[in-house]
């Protein structure tokens, strides 16, 4: 079986509106693309229905392909796995749930074709919920802040790439929903494609408060790795200068009342205060010290920029001598 032209991942995990349907809307956005393509559907951890529903769905087509966890990894690990046992050059990702219109499936390939190396669709707010709009406005909000990209919908889960971008970009764990961003910080061409927002995917969700933490935690940290992973110091030199500095000055301050106003100091909270900031301020920045030699050491595997072309002149041919073997030698006068 020859290698399919795209191929299209799914995680199906806890959260899924029914496969068939999510069938349904890739068919009918692809059916004139083209294109040839497979469907992976990675099931995360013991499901038994979606399981089910998978291994029955890939029976009657020859175009799907499941893949099931020993138990639950997340839906980022279900991502890469795909990813990683999909065989297309281009690469397209939906969740197991409905959230654009299956027309820009197209409109997402025409911008890799166009020349970008990754495109999301970038959902319309005119029909989802007030409480959906403020959760996904103060989600990008931060995001814009913290790392100076200007998308909309970044935690959109429909996007198309090139095979190419996953060599610089990280999918493993909570970084899939930072695909866009990761990819615009390697310098990758990311387009963000607008779309309609689907019928069934209109309604207001309210997480747990625990959902809520960890978004913010990943938003941290990604801020961490994308500003800071090759510049550890930077980041902890800052904070820990910080909190040396101001730990100095207290100290500074009580030997001052100490030795020009003679004031008992010993028995004062400034002072385990003081001496408390200056001794954090220090392992502070010993650890981004630490930081730059783990850096340094293995620097030599890792490349924070992408190459997009190399353009050199190719040197020119020097004429070929003829052979004497091919010369015909002047008849000697008779």
């Given amino acids: 079986m020859s290698a399919p032209e795209l191929s299209v991942v799914v ?3 806890k959260r899924c509106d029914g ?10 956005g692809l059916k004139h693309s083209g294109r ?14 979606r399981l089910a529903q998978a291994q029955a769905l890939a029976e009657v087509d020859e175009r799907i392909r499941v893949l099931s966890f020993a138990r639950q990894f997340g839906e980022g690990a ?4 795909g990813l990683m046992a999909s065989r297309a050059p281009i690469l397209l990702t939906h969740p197991a749930y409905f959230q654009v219109q299956p027309a820009v499936l197209g409109e997402l390939l025409q911008a890799i074709d166009d020349g970008a190396d990754v495109a999301f669709a970038s959902r319309s707010s005119e029909r989802d919920s007030a409480f959906n709009r403020l959760q996904r406005w103060v989600f990008n909000f931060f995001l814009r802040r913290a ?10 889960g429909v996007r198309a790439l090139k095979r190419e971008a996953l060599e610089d970009v990280a999918v493993h764990g909570p970084f899939h929903r930072f695909l866009p961003v990761l990819a615009a910080m390697k310098g990758l061409t990311v387009r963000e494609v607008p779309a309609a927002l689907h019928p069934q995917a209109g309604g207001a969700r309210v997480y747990r408060p625990s959902v809520y933490v960890k978004r913010f935690l990943d938003l941290v940290n990604v801020f961490f790795l994308a500003r800071f992973t090759y510049k550890p110091l930077r980041f902890f030199g800052l904070v820990g200068g910080l909190i040396f500095g101001v730990g100095l000055l207290i ?12 004031e008992a100091i010993g028995d004062r909270p400034l002072l385990l205060l003081g001496v408390l900031l200056v001794a954090v301020g220090f392992q502070t ?4 010290l630490l930081g730059e030699l783990i850096t340094f050491a293995h620097a030599a595997k890792h490349k924070p920029y992408t190459i997009r072309e190399v353009v050199r002149r190719e040197p020119e041919r020097a004429p070929e001598a003829s052979s004497p073997v091919d010369e015909q030698p002047e008849s000697a006068p008779k």
Avoid: M, N, Q
């Fill in 11 to 13: 995680p199906v995990s």
């Fill in 19 to 28: 496969l068939a349907g999510i069938l349904a809307l890739l068919h009918e």
């Fill in 36 to 49: 040839s393509y497979e469907v992976v559907l990675v099931v995360d951890g013991d499901l038994h229905d």
């Fill in 78 to 81: 279900a991502l890469r796995a």
């Fill in 147 to 156: 790392l100076w990209v200007r998308f909309r919908d970044i935690s959109s």
């Fill in 251 to 262: 100290c500074l301050y009580l030997t001052a009342l100490k030795v020009f106003g003679g």
């Fill in 285 to 288: 920045l010993a650890i981004g």
